[in-house]
C-alpha cells in the first residue's frame, strides 16, 4: 500500500529555523510536493521535488532522497504567519495518470 | 487567473439527506480531483477524473456517493443519503495534464447533525 509519515505538530520561535520531515513508501513515484495549509482553508502549493537534492525558493526549502524516500521541508526567517498545517503529497504515476497521495500534515505554530 | 471555484461554501443538513456539491476547475485543466479533508487529518482522494473520464475512484463510498464530470469542465460530487461521519471539508482540485501542481478549490465545510 501508499503510506506517507509526517509529525503531528511542531512548535518553533519566530525568527528561527525549522525543519519538517516526510518519509514515504509508495509504487510508481513521480514527484514529492509540499503544500501549506492555514486553518479554515486550501492547501497551497509551496514547493516541488522530482529528482534528488535541495530546491530553494526564497525562505523556503525543500530536499528530496528518492532512494531514502525521505523528504524535509525547511522554513527559515520563521514568521507568526507562517503558523499552519504542511502537508507532503506524493504524485504518483502507476498507470500513466497523476494521481496525489497526501500525508496527514504537520501542525506548526510559531512563537512569539 | 481565476482559480477554482466551489460551491457552498458551508453546508449543514440532517443524517439520511442529499447535499450535493459543485466544482469549476481552472480554464483548461483536463484532471479534476474531489478531496475529502476530516478535521486534523490529510485531504484523502475520493475520485479523479480526466477530462469528462474517470481515472480512480477506488476510495469512494459508491453506495452513497457519486460524482460526475459532463463536458469535461464543471463537476459535481454528492453524498445520498449522508451519515454523520461524512462531516468533512470537501476540497476539488484541478491539473494541467503534464504541469506540475494540483490547484486547490476553498472547499465545502459539511456538517452531518
Known amino acids: 500500500g501508499q503510506n506517507i509519515d509526517q509529525p503531528t505538530e511542531m512548535t518553533a520561535t519566530e525568527g528561527a529555523i525549522v525543519q519538517i520531515n516526510c518519509t514515504y513508501q509508495?509504487?510508481?513515484?513521480?514527484?514529492l510536493f509540499w503544500y501549506q495549509q492555514h486553518a479554515g482553508e486550501a492547501p497551497t502549493f509551496l514547493s516541488y521535488?522530482?529528482?534528488?537534492g535541495l530546491e530553494e525558493k526564497g525562505r523556503f526549502s525543500s530536499f528530496l532522497s528518492r532512494s531514502k524516500g525521505y523528504s524535509y521541508l525547511l522554513l527559515k526567517e520563521l514568521q507568526m504567519k507562517d503558523s499552519a498545517s504542511y502537508l507532503c503529497a506524493v504524485r504518483l504515476d502507476p498507470s500513466g495518470t497523476y494521481k496525489y497521495i497526501f500525508g496527514t500534515g504537520t501542525r506548526l505554530k510559531v512563537l512569539a | 487567473e481565476a482559480g477554482v471555484a466551489q460551491s457552498p461554501r458551508y453546508k449543514i443538513i440532517e443524517k439520511r439527506q442529499s447535499v450535493a456539491f459543485w466544482c469549476n476547475p481552472i480554464?483548461?485543466?483536463?484532471?479534476l480531483y474531489w478531496y475529502q479533508q476530516i478535521l486534523g487529518q490529510g485531504p484523502k482522494l475520493l475520485i479523479q477524473f480526466q477530462n469528462n473520464g474517470v481515472v480512480d475512484d477506488s476510495q469512494l463510498p459508491k453506495d452513497r456517493f457519486s460524482a460526475e464530470r459532463l463536458k469535461g469542465v464543471d463537476s459535481t460530487l454528492k453524498i445520498q443519503p449522508a451519515k454523520l461521519e461524512d462531516s468533512a471539508v470537501y476540497l476539488c482540485a484541478s491539473s494541467l495534464a503534464w504541469n506540475t501542481e494540483a490547484f486547490f478549490g476553498q472547499g465545502t465545510r459539511l456538517t452531518v447533525v
Open positions: 480554464s483548461g485543466h483536463a484532471t
Open positions: 521535488n522530482v529528482l534528488d
Open positions: 509508495t509504487s510508481g513515484f513521480n514527484g
